[in-house]
C-alpha cells in the first residue's frame, strides 16, 4: 500500500485539508485502493484556522519520510499561527521528499513553505494572491518563477494558488501516485 503524508501545520485550512481526504478517501472506495492519506502534525491534536482542531496520525518527529510515495502540504492563515509554529523538521521533511524526486503537492500558501525549504529556485509555482501580492513577493524572492493560474506542475512539485485549487491540486497528486484515468474517474464521481 502506498503511503502518502498530510503535512498539517498549526493554522491549516480545513477545506485545503478535506480536498486531500476526500480524493484519496474517494480512491480508497471507488478507485485503485492502493494509496493509504497518512496525517501528520507538530503534536497529536493539531490547531487548525477558524478555532477547529484536528487529530492526526503520528507527529512530525514519528515520520520516516522514506516510507511514503508522495507529500501534501495544505496552507493556512498566518493569523493562525501557520507560518510561526513551522520549524525546521517539516522543512527537513520536504527536502528529503524533494531530493528523492519524490511528488510534493502544495496549496495556496502552503507552496511558501517549499520556498521556505529551498526548493523553488527556477521553478515555476503559484501560491495565494493576496490583495497586497506579499506571499507572491515572498514566492519570487526564493528564487521561484511565480506563475499565474489555479495550479502549475513542474516535475515533481505541484502547487495551487488558493483554496480553490484545492480539489485540481489533489487529483493531480492522485494521477501521480496511481494513474491519470484513475484521477479522472475520481474526478467524476466527485463531481468536481
Same mark, same amino acid.
Given at each position: 500500500?502506498?503511503?502518502?503524508?498530510?503535512?498539517?501545520?498549526?493554522?491549516?485550512?480545513?477545506?485545503?485539508?478535506?480536498?486531500?481526504?476526500?480524493?484519496?478517501?474517494?480512491?480508497?472506495?471507488?478507485?485503485?485502493?492502493?494509496?493509504?492519506?497518512?496525517?501528520?502534525? &507538530?503534536?497529536?491534536?493539531? @490547531?487548525?484556522?477558524?478555532?477547529?482542531?484536528?487529530? $492526526?496520525?503520528?507527529?512530525?518527529?514519528? #515520520? *520516516?519520510?522514506?516510507?511514503?510515495?508522495?507529500?501534501?502540504?495544505?496552507?493556512?492563515?498566518?493569523?493562525?499561527?501557520?507560518?510561526?509554529?513551522?520549524?525546521?523538521?517539516?522543512?527537513?521533511?520536504?527536502?528529503?521528499?524533494?531530493?528523492?524526486?519524490?511528488?510534493?503537492?502544495?496549496?495556496?500558501?502552503?507552496?511558501?513553505?517549499?520556498?521556505?525549504?529551498?526548493?523553488?529556485?527556477?521553478?515555476?509555482?503559484?501560491?495565494?494572491?493576496? &490583495?497586497?501580492?506579499?506571499? @507572491?513577493?515572498?514566492?519570487?524572492?526564493?528564487?521561484? $518563477?511565480?506563475?499565474?493560474?489555479?495550479? #502549475? *506542475?513542474?516535475?515533481?512539485?505541484?502547487?495551487?494558488?488558493?483554496?480553490?485549487?484545492?480539489?485540481?491540486?489533489?487529483?493531480?497528486?492522485?494521477?501521480?501516485?496511481?494513474?491519470?484515468?484513475?484521477?479522472?474517474?475520481?474526478?467524476?464521481?466527485?463531481?468536481?
Amino acid at each position: 500500500m502506498k503511503q502518502i503524508l498530510l503535512l498539517l501545520l498549526k493554522g491549516a485550512e480545513l477545506w485545503e485539508i478535506s480536498a486531500f481526504t476526500d480524493v484519496f478517501g474517494w480512491n480508497q472506495l471507488c478507485g485503485e485502493n492502493g494509496c493509504r492519506l497518512v496525517t501528520a502534525g &507538530p503534536e497529536r491534536e493539531v @490547531r487548525l484556522s477558524f478555532g477547529h482542531r484536528m487529530l $492526526v496520525d503520528l507527529t512530525w518527529e514519528q #515520520v *520516516e519520510p522514506s516510507s511514503y510515495v508522495a507529500l501534501a502540504i495544505p496552507g493556512g492563515f498566518p493569523r493562525y499561527g501557520y507560518f510561526r509554529a513551522c520549524g525546521e523538521r517539516p522543512l527537513q521533511m520536504i527536502r528529503c521528499f524533494h531530493q528523492a524526486g519524490k511528488p510534493i503537492a502544495a496549496v495556496c500558501t502552503g507552496s511558501l513553505l517549499l520556498a521556505k525549504a529551498g526548493i523553488l529556485r527556477g521553478r515555476r509555482a503559484v501560491t495565494y494572491t493576496s &490583495p497586497d501580492t506579499f506571499f @507572491r513577493k515572498e514566492l519570487a524572492l526564493s528564487g521561484a $518563477v511565480v506563475a499565474d493560474g489555479g495550479f #502549475v *506542475e513542474d516535475e515533481n512539485l505541484i502547487t495551487g494558488d488558493g483554496p480553490g485549487a484545492a480539489g485540481a491540486v489533489a487529483l493531480a497528486l492522485l494521477s501521480r501516485c496511481t494513474s491519470p484515468e484513475n484521477s479522472e474517474r475520481i474526478k467524476n464521481l466527485m463531481r468536481l
